[in-house]
Nanobody, 121 residues
Framework: QVQLVESGGGSVQAGGSLRLSCVYPGYIHGSTYRGWFRQSPGKEREGVAVIGLGGSPLYGGSVQGRFTISRDNSKNTVYLQMDSLKPEDTAMYYC???????????????WGQGTQVTVSS
């Protein structure tokens, strides 16, 4: 079973920053893309950002210009730098490994357990 492990969540005031990390077990057959998704209570899970093996990112509209996804293949780690955080960014954030540069979770087979981000006003 493929394990992805997120860290870096926490509580921050609006306007602040957090950096999430996700460690994955090296090569995952058929799943070269790494994505960040989030889900808040009562809402569907939404795609936040995705990055390919070569580094090309894709962002959801609500985080464009505020969040930055990156990956360090030598460390088997993908990051999500979150700046200018807003209360509406409050959610459980999940790391995932998938087979397409897509924000649709249907392309992702492997998921982490999540890390909570809470932004207060």
């Amino acid at each position: 079973q493929v394990q992805l492990v997120e860290s870096g969540g926490g509580s921050v005031q609006a306007g602040g920053s957090l950096r999430l990390s996700c460690v994955y077990p090296g090569y995952i057959h058929g799943s070269t893309y790494r994505g960040w998704f989030r889900q808040s209570p009562g809402k569907e899970r939404e795609g936040v950002a995705v990055i390919g093996l070569g580094g090309s990112p894709l962002y959801g509209g609500s985080v464009q210009g505020r969040f930055t996804i990156s990956r360090d293949n030598s460390k088997n780690t993908v990051y999500l730098q979150m700046d200018s955080l807003k209360p509406e960014d409050t959610a459980m954030y999940y790391c995932a490994a998938g087979s397409a540069l897509s924000l649709s979770e249907s392309w992702y087979k492997h998921w982490g357990q999540g890390t909570q981000v809470t932004v207060s006003s």
